[in-house]
């Protein structure tokens, strides 16, 4: 399969985006503006995206991150980023879609990590009075890297939005790199964060031997895990781990070519969407970093149903049973219901005359 060579299927198949990083779903064509208004960085485009058949280490993509913070520094930037994303998604047949993003201070440029959030918050606002149809909303991430003062900052900074965003924040992001940091340092922030009515994300096992860390967290618990990659026996982890997961009945964010990429996952045979997936466990296809992996959602849903042998009827029901795992109201996973409802002849029609 080509890069954007899927099938119709995929496109039309109205989607839920649930992990998705703001900076590392930069497509190029967004790259490229971003380059061209600061020449002085020198900075090629290979740089940015990890190509068809490329592979990294996980620490060599987080050293893309830093190449593309360095091209998004001003309100200007975040403005255009977050605009091109949103309606990228949208034109992937995302319908429903929570980005997540660290706000970070630059103080060369007067970015606050307060004029980060209102300028993502304003995006959405712009794409949504465009009328582009996809529901967004934002979660606040927390760096692990930054320890436990910012963490708080963080979630201090996340409420306010919360309070005054008219539900566009809805929740926290624990990211960054996993082999930085212990996330029993980062527990208060994100027991507070839960207390103050903020949903939880968090990255859990995303590297192997991190189980104590994993099982620390779980007891909050969280509201999603982002990859879980090594919570199950069969990839390392163990089954006290699997049952506490299924006893809260928590949702699991799967990013399968995020993973392969990544190198943590050898081949997308071994994804442990399929241990998850059989146990009839929450879980939710998505991209991580569409731009970085040069991906996108449709791609990724086709990639599950080819590797894992999944009827066009299952991969509809994965899309339809992802809307019970987005972090907005009961309300709003009414209405995507009733888009799905809508939507479903439309979608298997397209189909048909395909394969005529
Ligand atoms: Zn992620």
């Keep these: 399969m080509m890069d954007n060579e899927v099938d119709v299927f995929y496109r039309e198949l109205p989607k839920v985006e649930l992990h998705a990083h703001l900076n590392g779903s930069v497509s190029c064509p967004t790259i490229e503006k971003l380059i061209s208004r600061k020449p002085h960085l020198n900075i090629g485009h290979g740089m940015t995206a990890i190509g068809k058949g490329q592979r990294r280490t996980l620490d060599e993509c987080f050293q893309v991150f830093k190449v593309i913070h360095q091209l998004v520094d001003t309100e200007e930037d975040i403005l255009m980023v977050a605009t091109d994303v ?125 189980l104590e860390e994993s099982d620390l967290l779980l007891d909050l618990p969280p509201d999603r895990i982002g990859h879980g990659t ?25 990013c399968l070519t995020s993973n392969v990429k990544g190198q943590t996952v050898a081949r997308y045979s071994d994804h442990h969407f399929k241990h998850w997936y059989q146990m009839g466990h929450p879980s939710v296809i998505c991209t991580d970093d569409k731009g970085v992996f040069s991906t996108d959602l449709s791609q990724e849903y086709q990639l599950a149903a080819s590797t894992f042998d999944l009827s066009r009827e299952a991969v509809w029901k994965l899309s339809h049973d992802a809307i019970d795992c987005i972090f907005a109201p009961d309300t709003v996973k009414q209405q995507l219901k009733q888009k799905w409802i809508y939507l479903k002849p439309q979608v298997f029609h397209y189909r048909e005359t395909d394969s005529l």
């Design 230 to 254: 090594f919570l199950h026996p069969a990839m390392g982890g163990s089954q006290g781990i699997v049952d506490k997961v299924v006893k809260h009945n928590i949702p699991l964010e799967l």
């Design 86 to 210: 949103i309606k990228e998604f949208a034109a992937d047949g995302v319908k429903y879609l929570e980005l997540r993003s660290t706000p970070r201070e630059e103080k060369h440029t007067g970015l606050t990590k307060k004029s980060y959030i209102e300028t993502v918050i304003k995006a959405i606002k712009q794409c949504k009075s465009e009328g582009v149809d996809i529901d967004v909303r934002f979660l606040v991430a927390i760096d692990r890297r930054n320890g436990t003062e910012v963490a708080m900052e963080t979630v201090k900074l996340a409420e306010d939005f919360m309070l005054s965003s008219d539900g566009l924040v809805l929740g926290l992001d624990l990211s960054g790199d996993p082999t930085v940091g212990h996330g029993k340092d980062l527990l208060p922030a994100l027991q507070k964060a839960k207390n103050c009515g903020l949903k939880l994300s968090l990255h859990l096992s995303e590297v192997p031997s991190q």
